[in-house]
């Protein structure tokens, strides 16, 4: 009954998005109130019956219920609690819904807070999000039910892949979701301007708004899934260039570019066209990187299924999303356009030139994921590009943009004098030339050229944005703003990423070696001591469990305890390593297999600085929603 | 040119060197990192590149995963059901290798014509077949079956 009722109430939440896409829009256009009136308790019914049906097939799971299809598929009697819960959006119909429940929470939430917006706009808004709205439960509802029943219903379910019985699991997709969908939020944004057809000064503080807590939740859920990749698959890898990975990075890198492009459109009306367009990038890019994942067209770890009629449903709905929202922009673009001068050299043209290398690196990364899979569709030849290709293009990418992010904070309006830019900034200038050389020389094992040049645009990113927070627009110490205390922090957080990445890349130390019982190994001051393997039973795998105890010159530190486990259920092997975790260094030990003699293979490695890199993703959030709060504050204080 | 057209024209100019930069840059590292895939059948006929790196696929032959005692060198087959290429890899295999599995490979050829590869890959399922191996057994099997002319 309950899956029925969840089957149902997702129907439901369609006639609820149709009401939502038609009646506001159609009341915009023939000035009929009422009809514009319809538009929040459709949102709200829309959110409230997704929802429902939503926390039915969460029932379902937590119930047992294998005679519904994609529980027994996807969960088991034995599997703990958290992990039937999680297992909801453990595969591709559940994710899906979960999809769907987040557009729909979005489009209530933008339905609360958009009540200052004129009239005609907020129509225009809601309704288009009712349009994606309509294309997604009907994907759901005619490619992927959730609620199919089995005729013969098993006695036990066939379990989640061991891989996903995670606590990764449940909260990566998740947060991940709510960045991408959010970029559904701007785009919507981007259209009612467009069909509005007029110059609308607000639109770029809302959009701006709601990009910036979905960039940070995209930033957080790509970290998150970049972390749990790195203790649960990667045998240490925290990025593999996966095409998943590609999918979630280009909303991303157009997110980012958006934000900083409507910064300038906000403070001084430009770039309107420019910001449309990103717009519309971004959730174009968000559609393109759920048809990646979802319609098997990927060899991925995230593409279990495939099923081709999804594909086209997910790709036909591309096409018509991109073109219809392009034609609009071609059509209208130029109403809503406002140019000012600004000079070469100008605060305008370092964010223009940053735009610029963030859409280079867009077009990098898809090149690289999308032309292989284009190639082996027409059947020309199956290619692959790996890391070397996106590494060594990314990097003289970066090198430019990081100049550029640290002089952009600095710059004036409208225009500057490059001299007198570098004067002021020569404080900042200096230290980080200092920190780049001083930091391999003193504390790093050995000095390499790309090292220097990556903590040179690391420091400075970060004391640029440091030293003109502290400094102000006045030349000494006043309270900073709200806004410029956010954004400050979101450049610090990408300078800790970076100085992740750059230490990380260079001066990881990783080895597979033999180790029989009571052998050692020396990674610089570190000793691993192998003292054996035991077997263990656990409610729903086996495993052999390593024993490593390491020291650090002589002095005990930590006990490691890797395992190799084997699901009972699938009867399927699984690498759980053991991981004492530090600020400065982290130390990894993963078991391979068993060799002849009873020794046994061991992956052992010295990852320093790694935790940075997801410590600076937690710093760049946080910066946006600090940008957000005083956002929301000056709303208030000019309404 | 006035001032104004003058500072425009060099935007314009600046923007238009950087994505030509870019642009290069990115097609030179795509061509030079670009790896194709070859099946076992396509590299006995010597069709695979002898000093590039390629991907090299096909099903884990039964018994012939063979380690050496004292190192992490192992040694096995891999096959399209119809021709086996010799594979030897130094280090840890990945968790869902084993006999009777599709992987992929990524390595070069040595001189005797054995497949040293860098890399080993199996999907995160057990009942996945990578679509690069599961074409080319479609593809040696079709051929096998091809009525062979007297």
Redesign the interface.
Known sequence: MIPEIGHFSLILGLGFATVLAIFPLWGSYKNNSAWIALSRPAAFGQFLFVGLSFACLVYAFIDNDFSVKYVAANSNTQLPMIFKVSATWGAHEGSLLLWGLILTLWTFAVSLFNRSLPESLNAKLLATLGLVSIGFLLFILITSNPFERLLEVPQEGRSL?P?LQDIGLAIHPPMLYMGYVGMAVSFAFAVAVLLEGRLEMAWARWTKAWTLIAWAFLTLGIALGSWWAYYE?G?GGWWFWDPVENASLLPWLVATALIHSLAITGARGTFQSWSLLLAILAFALSLLGTFLVRSGVL?S?HA?TSDPSRGVFILLFLVVVVGLSLTLYSANAHKVTHSK?F??FSKE?LLL?NN??LM?MM??VL??TL?PLILDALGL??????A??FN??ML??TV?LAIFMGFGFAAHWKQDQGISLLKRMSLPLILSLMTAILIPLLILPDVQGLGILGLFMSAWIGFSALYWLLRGQQGHFAKPSLQLVGSSLAHIGFAVTLTGITITSLYSIEK???LAEGDSYHIQQYEFRFDGVKQKQEANYLASEGSVTVLENGEFIAHLKPQKRTYLT??????EAGIDAGLNRDLFV?L??R???GAW?V?VQYKPFIRWIWLGSILMALGALLVLAAHIRNGRRSA | MSP?RK?RF??VL??LT??SI?TF??IQ??S??????FSTTEVKQGKAPADRDF?LGGLVVNHSVQ?E????KVHFELTDSQTPVKVEY????P??FREGQGIIA?GRLNDQGVFVAKEVLA????N?M???VA?SINKAQLASSEPVQP
Do not use: C
């Open positions: 892949n891989l698959l045998w060899t770890v279990f001068k000079s070469l043209s030139f610029v290398i280079a077009a990098t090149l690289g032309y030849a199956k290619i692959s590009v790996g070397p290709y060594s293009v003289p990418l430019p597979d070696i033999r699938q009867g399927m092997p699984m690498t993963a391979g297999e060799l002849q003699d293979s992956r | 104004v500072k060099y935007m600046l923007l950087g994505v870019a840059l990115i590292a795509f030079q990192n670009m790896m194709f895939f991907r380690r005692s004292g190192s992490l130094s280090g840890i295999l968790d869902l990524k999907k995160h399922d057990e996945y990578p679509p690069e074409d």
